[in-house]
């Protein structure tokens, strides 16, 4: 069967960046403006910059909410949310004041200070991880591996089987999480050199 994948485009995204790092590897990928076109696909990629205020209210102004939770319901189908696109999967946001995320990956997003971080923020540049848990998403990636990182808030994960990586950077937070056929990833895999493009392939050919 022919994988098909799209990238979402709801206003909010690292869209043509993504785009250009998937053409690299020989993906055919469509981005997609519409929440009906999802069903289309095999494989969908959800992005995301800025607040998450922002994103969720854009996924729920434009009639993403439920096209997303449908694609992700079936188990043949697999998302990736990247950076605020992996946020907003959470239960709750807390980036200018609370928001109902989608509720796919239990757990919520907050600022990192108020997590413990002394450090400077946003937290912007190249970053270690640290696997822990083993996952399809990571294959052939070395421990260690460095991903670029734009962030100030965090993912507080609820279950600790849902880690796949963690990163420190005046607190340990997740970089990576799995539930099931739903993956995220705090930093940019398109921004992040041969150890991103491996990550994007893990996805495509998972």
């Not at 729920?60 to 907003?88: A, P, T």
């Not at 996952?135 to 994960?157: G, H, Q």
């Amino acid at each position: 069967m022919t994988t098909k994948v799209a990238i979402i485009n709801y206003g909010i995204g690292n869209i043509r960046s993504l785009y250009n790092s998937l053409k690299k590897l020989n993906v055919e990928v469509e981005i997609i403006l519409n929440p009906e076109l999802i069903f289309k696909f095999n494989k969908v990629f959800l992005p995301g910059v800025g607040s998450y205020k922002d994103a969720i209210q854009l996924i729920k102004k434009i009639g993403w909410e439920k096209s997303i939770k449908d694609f992700s319901s079936n188990k043949n189908n697999k998302l990736f949310g990247i950076c605020v696109g992996m946020q907003i999967l959470s239960t709750y946001g807390y980036e200018h004041g609370k928001s109902d995320g989608l509720d796919i990956i239990k757990g919520d997003v907050e600022h990192m200070y108020k997590q413990g971080c002394d450090l400077k923020l946003p937290h912007i540049g190249w970053n270690s991880i640290k696997i822990l848990n083993k996952n399809l998403i990571t294959e052939n990636l070395p421990n260690d591996s460095d991903f670029y990182f734009v962030n100030s808030y965090s993912f507080k994960i609820v279950n600790s089987d849902q880690l796949i990586a963690t990163t420190k950077y005046g607190i340990e937070f997740p970089s990576i999480i799995n539930k099931d056929n739903v993956f995220g990833t705090q930093f940019h895999p398109e921004k992040s050199s041969n150890a991103g493009m491996q990550i994007l392939k893990n996805f495509i050919n998972a």
